[in-house]
T-cell receptor, first 117, second 115 residues
Framework: AQKVTQAQTEISVVEKEDVTLDCVYETRDTTYYLFWYKQPPSGELVFLIRRNSFDEQNEISGRYSWNFQKSTSSFNFTITASQVVDSAVYFCALSEARVQGAQKLVFGQGTRLTINP | ETGVTQTPRHLVMGMTNKKSLKCEQHLGHNAMYWYKQSAKKPLELMFVYSLEERVENNSVPSRFSPECPNSSHLFLHLHTLQPEDSALYLC??????????????FGEGSRLTVL
């Protein structure tokens, strides 16, 4: 069975600090996809990134970076120089690798991130 | 028009009521989903409709009944709900992801309160 664990329920930092959100996953699949989504107060989940299990390169997008380590089954998300607008709930998710068809994402419990001015 | 629209945004109902949640996607996608978000549980996939296939989470009670009349519309019919069914119900859509990013597009959710 697939499982995603986000051990940090809530994180609160002061603006401009760097913050890392942890994600640990479990799967028996040899190929799979990992995702991060952001949920602002408005409610909708916003896609941030998808990572294939066979691609362990870290990725950077502006102030966001992701560290995928297959050896430890982790897919951590770092925000550099955090801003108040980064305040949201962040979800890590996992799905089997499917060539086509609907996806069935398994989500972690989410981490509520609060950036204080 | 936003990509995925859900109505109503807020719904309060008694345990004996019958109501429906509606979702519409304007993205030309061919898969739609219902997720349940409770206060203390991870997002839970309830139903998936993909290319006329329906996939269910076997743990979803029969008092929740989905309907997908076409690829753009998805309903969740609610009947004889319990207070523990109070949650945020999120609709999402995606495109058959051969060559795609595998991204789900979510609506803003329908906040359901069962009294």
């Amino acid at each position: 069975a697939q499982k995603v664990t986000q051990a940090q329920t809530e994180i609160s930092v002061v603006e401009k600090e760097d913050v890392t959100l942890d994600c640990v996953y479990e799967t028996r699949d040899t190929t799979y996809y990992l995702f991060w989504y952001k949920q602002p107060p408005s409610g909708e989940l916003v896609f941030l990134i998808r990572r294939n299990s066979f691609d362990e390169q870290n990725e950077i997008s502006g102030r966001y970076s992701w560290n995928f380590q297959k050896s430890t089954s982790s897919f951590n998300f770092t925000i550099t120089a955090s801003q108040v607008v980064d305040s949201a709930v962040y979800f890590c998710a996992l799905s089997e690798a499917r060539v086509q068809g609907a996806q069935k994402l398994v989500f972690g419990q989410g981490t509520r991130l609060t950036i204080n001015p | 028009e936003t990509g995925v629209t859900q109505t109503p945004r807020h719904l309060v109902m008694g345990m004996t009521n019958k109501k429906s949640l509606k979702c519409e996607q304007h993205l030309g996608h061919n898969a739609m989903y219902w997720y349940k978000q409770s206060a203390k549980k991870p997002l839970e996939l309830m139903f998936v409709y993909s290319l006329e296939e329906r996939v269910e989470n076997n743990s979803v009670p029969s008092r929740f009944s989905p309907e997908c009349p076409n690829s753009s519309h998805l309903f969740l019919h609610l009947h004889t709900l319990q207070p523990e069914d109070s949650a945020l119900y999120l609709c999402a859509s995606s495109q058959d992801w051969t060559g795609g990013t595998g991204e789900l597009f979510f609506g803003e959710g329908s906040r359901l309160t069962v009294l």
